[in-house]
């Protein structure tokens, strides 16, 4: 999609049933179960209020909500160019994948093996595989050839309900690679229909051409590679917002002071800021995500206390991504309990990538949430709405269904919103809309 | 479909690259990879013989693999009235799922989230809830609501890639409504284009009627239920092999002796046996099913080591069903790797329930079972196509791409058999073969 269009505040919750007489470009309606999701992220206990209306309906104009209630008030006042009987299944916000790593060259199904036998992610990566093997094709790239791999990845993203993703580079550990990643995202979001909100991940692990000079290359990111992103949005894209800028902060990565130098300087130049934090060991990442006011920080598998309690009184979301400890076959994940005790937004994505998470479904993410977190299906269906909107900052815009906001949609083939969660392994999704168009399946009149 | 029809031996591996001048109906070329898994079903440590053609082809004619080459050898000899290009993805047999109670009415996702909450599986069941609801409303239920509610479930694991799978009757538990389960499946089958080998499992739990009478309960299965269905099969349809007959051995169901009188019962009136063993609690049932000579012992969660050894030593296919402790959220899994080293001929399943796993994707099934069970890609491949086809006892007729074996084959939209596996979450294939007949997707040609 193009950058993003000036929002006019959603309503309060209260307000939603408005009506009107006027016409709307298309209607939805007969919704059993329409998930509204009002009223902004959900922060700790809160999590899992649907704002649920019964025999529910939407109207849309010109890409965003106009209207929404119940189906006999919203056909009795609305005069609809278009309408679409969601024939009682399930209505609700298009999923927001708030961390993939979606643009990439190539495969690791033989790696895959591998670790079904035993070696370790990190002992793979220490051996020269893992991410190095990615990179290695990647380099070789042209900005159409990465766009080519990924697009059967975002159709599947969006036919699985994806509206928006959050994309990084992070496979290129190079300047001019890692510009022509992050130019292949913006060009991807411009295609559309998926939204795509771009990361620099500069700092995804340390390139072979510095190894054992890891901070040579902290250096390299900081005097070059930002200030080179930066110029590259300032000239190309005046108008559009810098994108995140990420860093993983782990062993045999970045260490935490490491972290802090790359993620410090990405602040003074004006990039909004992420952090992969405790995927494998607890290395402070969380607490200087809180302290440097990053957006979100994401993977939390090994969170110190202090840190959590840290996050729960931030504003910074906890993003969980529980494929990743289920596509590695290790049995620790996000202690998500404790997050929302703690008072955390919680959020859930797929961390789709090539080593260790090839899934594009929020569904199977909100299939394994329930019972690997523990989550319930309302509480795991917000933390891939609305929350997960707050996770890339656009909660103003997208991952709830309030008047004024965004028309991304999805009717589920399913009566009841819990079948999100009971049943996993296939898609539910019968119908997806976004900013207002019918976007899957494509209809012969569409 | 139509009964089974008489079947040609299948050629062995070393003969599979036959060729002929003759022309055929449908010929599938330029497979990456495409997997014959030739040679019979596996057993133990043998697992994982795929039978693989690079650059691979295959051609049919009246439902049937006339020869599996070399691209290049098959189009030379061959006359095609129609060609497939499989554009590099992986050709393999469609996937059997040997363990289904897909016919049901209503849905369990209030359970789900009880059992989220932290009720077992047993706990649901001894309050009436489980099983019995599910009772409640399929007893209700005329023969064509029955198909009517099953057919979105049978065409989604068609479109997953399962191509023939058994079917169980189980939630009627009187013999009328049993019966009912029997004539939808078996009328589903004639309607194809999925094929279905039905399971009578009447045992399945003891009705609300019987409570505290177990044993009341066998000896109608055993004097009434059993006798009735072999008569309806024989007015009905005189040529078709009887169903399985199956019991759900287990605490709170039906203890050894009582599922020992049940299959004995069936199996001197002639049905062949299946058995639901070990799931809870280790009562003896997989001892049971190898001295009866049962096709398949299904689950084997908590089998004891006796009991292993017995079935690694017999013919009675083990048959994991992964899904069921991932849907239940435990921890504990089919002990695969002792299995296979007692020499067992190993299968996959999805156990499809409205209960415990409402999964229909036998490739999901195998990316559970690369992690929980630690099989390699081409092991679960192995055990979800010719191993499966041996735990309904048609390993003659379908499971692998032979000469004379019946043509029911899958494209995947993958270079690589190991993304089974590798990648999770969505649906890899592009192409289903039916008989010979392409049945998803449906072209505009075909």
Known sequence: MTSARPVRSPTPASEVRRTSDAGCDLLIHSAAQLLTLAGGPQRGNELGRLGMIEDGALAMTDGRVIAVGSTGELRRHHRARREIDARGGVVLPGFVDPHTHVVWMGDRAAEFELRLRGASYMEIMAAGGGIASTVRLTRLASIEALMLEARPRLWRMLTHGTTTAEAKTGYGLETGAELRLLEAVLRLDGEGPLELAPTLLGAHAVPPEFSGDTQGYVDLVCSQMLPAARSHMQSSRPDRPLPFVDVFCEQGAFDLAQSRQILATARRLGFPLKIHADEFAGLGGTALAVE???????????????????????????????????????????????????????????????????????????????????????????????????????????????????????????????????????????LVVKNGQVVHPVWPEG
């Open 292 to 430: 440097l006011g990053a957006v979100s920080a994401d993977h939390l598998v090994h969170t110190p206390p202090t840190d959590i309690a840290a996050l729960g009184r931030s504003t910074t979301v906890a993003v969980a991504l529980p494929c990743t400890p289920f596509g590695l076959a290790e049995h620790e994940f996000t202690p998500a309990q404790t997050l929302l005790e703690a008072g955390a937004i919680l959020a859930l994505a797929t961390d789709l990538n090539p080593g260790t998470a090839w899934c594009e479904s929020m569904q199977f993410v909100i299939a394994l949430a329930c019972r690997a977190l523990r989550l319930s299906p309302a509480q795991a269906i917000a933390a891939a709405t609305i929350n997960a909107a707050a996770a890339i900052g656009r909660q103003d815009r997208i991952g709830s269904l309030e008047v004024g906001k965004q028309a991304d949609v999805l009717v589920l083939d399913a009566p009841d919103f819990r079948h999100l969660g009971y049943r996993f392994g296939t898609n539910l999704v019968s």
